[in-house]
């Protein structure tokens, strides 16, 4: 007994193990990590030394395509962060204009994800997809302010359960060119759920009211699990 108890545990320690050095691949990633491994095989014909620069691209593109499961705390007297990444920036501002908010006080925080950030996006609360717009645009870096006005991106606008209204908006950098969304108008989403994500290097900002800051600008955080803000 004691002896099968050991090799459960072994078990599931070494299914965590393998989680975290080969995590699952988002759907989006296929297609690149296939290119990857194609160019790479034709570089190895002539060159060994473009070929071993060649895999390490194929695994920077396996990982930056991760997509690993995330466990959300279940409670909607909090935010979870949007995405992986940098806080970069706290503060007050007017709604965002495209979605009619403009002359409405929030707080935002911004959230610039590096390129070697997991990419996927996740709500920060359980509620349903009031309004999603997009906005084409320019590619400055996302960790600029003028990102937020000037780039391409993608607003979404979650109604919670508790009738409040929280707005995310994917901000595509200076390396993205594509912004992917995974949800529909009027989808009921859990906490954490994944909505899109943003292919190489961006930005996510969210708007809210009424809630105590949790986190601080220059920390790390992790999308479906860093509390950013409470009721």
Known sequence: MIFIHISGNYQ???????????????????????????????????????????????????????????VAINDNSYLVSPADGLVTDISEINGPEELGLENNK?????????????????????????????????????????????????YYKILSIKGEEIILVQIAGLIARRIICEVSKDQNLKQGDRIGMIRFGSRVDIFFKNKKILTKIGQNVVAGESLLAKE
């Open 106 to 154: 929030y707080t935002r925080i911004s959230i610039f994800m590096n390129v070697f950030n997991c990419h996927v996006n996740r709500t920060p609360i359980e509620g349903k997809v009031e309004e999603i717009f997009y906005k084409p645009g320019k590619f400055f870096n996302a960790s600029l302010d003028k990102a937020s006005k000037e780039n391409e991106r993608n």
């Open 12 to 70: 599931t320690l070494l299914t965590i193990m393998m989680d975290n050095i080969f995590p699952k691949l988002h759907k989006e990633g296929y297609k690149f990590l296939a290119i990857s491994i194609i160019i790479t095989f034709i570089v190895w014909l002539f060159s060994n030394f473009l070929t071993f620069i060649m895999l390490l691209i194929t695994v920077w593109v396996y990982y930056f395509f991760r997509d690993p499961d995330r």
